[in-house]
């Protein structure tokens, strides 16, 4: 029982370290960074500015995670390694944490801006703010969203899977929340259109040619993905990889 406990705890150490150095580095950056335009900037503007620029990079940091997270399950991933699946894994939990780090930071930064018109109320309840209610409402209703898939990532890989992946679904209505909110919530929304238009158009992409790819798999296999010859079909071979691309499957790996 020690034994299989011991590569358990050292997997979760692991990953929990590597979650923590995501989120400090982000944050420690976000600070430096505000720290460094202070002096430069009036201090009745400051909590906005901070609000602003955590709320950007918490959005570069959610798109990340959505590209990376269906990548990991897209078809194409066997032809087209992109790192290790535990790596991915890895890298997709840190992502995660440091995306509702970042989240936190913006919205505590906007709702103690007394300028802000969003306040405590309407930072955490949707249709509160009295700033640009709407996009505003989006942006919260994406966070409880955020934070019910990440509470619920621990059923990944165990008895409730299933439950976990019909939630694990609601990311990419997230994104889209988190989008709009960006694009109208934001006085700098006109100058950052292109980093939205960018970012948008590569989370459609990856998930259209993954549904694409999926969908021609199953036509040219009716019978399943597995394939007896030589020439294996590209998903027949990633069965091990896939079960490392969930939490539970690492921690199974781990135990080999």
Do not use: C, N, Q
């Not at 335009?37 to 906005?48: D, K």
């Not at 969908?215 to 027949?236: E, I, M, N, Q, Y």
Request: aromatic share 6%; hydrophobic share 50%.
């Amino acid at each position: 029982m020690r034994r299989i406990a011991l590569p358990r705890a050292r997997a979760a150490l692991s990953l929990a370290a590597t979650a923590l150095a995501a989120s400090a580095l982000a944050v420690g950056a976000g600070t430096l960074a505000a720290r460094a335009v202070a002096p430069t900037i009036h201090s009745r503007y400051f909590t906005w500015i901070t609000g602003r620029a955590l709320g950007i990079a918490a959005y570069l940091s959610l798109t990340a995670l959505v590209l990376l997270g269906t990548w990991m399950r897209h078809p194409w991933r066997f032809s087209r390694p992109l790192l290790h699946g535990e790596t991915r894994l890895r890298a997709h939990a840190a992502l995660g944490v440091a995306t509702i780090a970042l989240v936190a930071g913006h919205l505590a930064s906007l709702a103690a801006d007394r300028y802000a018109g969003v306040g405590w109320l309407g930072a955490l309840v949707p249709g509160m703010s009295h700033y640009r209610t709407l996009p505003v409402a989006l942006g919260v209703v994406a966070l409880v969203a955020l934070v019910v898939i990440g509470a619920t990532a621990a059923l990944a890989g165990s008895s409730g899977t299933r439950h976990w992946l019909a939630i694990h679904r609601m990311s990419l209505l997230a994104f889209a929340s988190v989008w709009l909110h960006g694009m109208f919530a934001g006085t700098d929304a006109r100058t950052l259109r292109p980093l939205y238009a960018v970012t948008g158009l590569a989370v459609v992409a990856v998930v259209s040619t993954r549904h694409a790819a999926r969908h021609t798999l199953s036509a040219t296999t009716p019978d399943g993905p597995a394939v007896t010859g030589p020439a294996r079909h590209p998903d027949a071979g990633g069965r091990a990889d896939r079960a490392k691309e969930t939490p539970g499957g690492a921690r199974a790996g781990a135990t080999r």
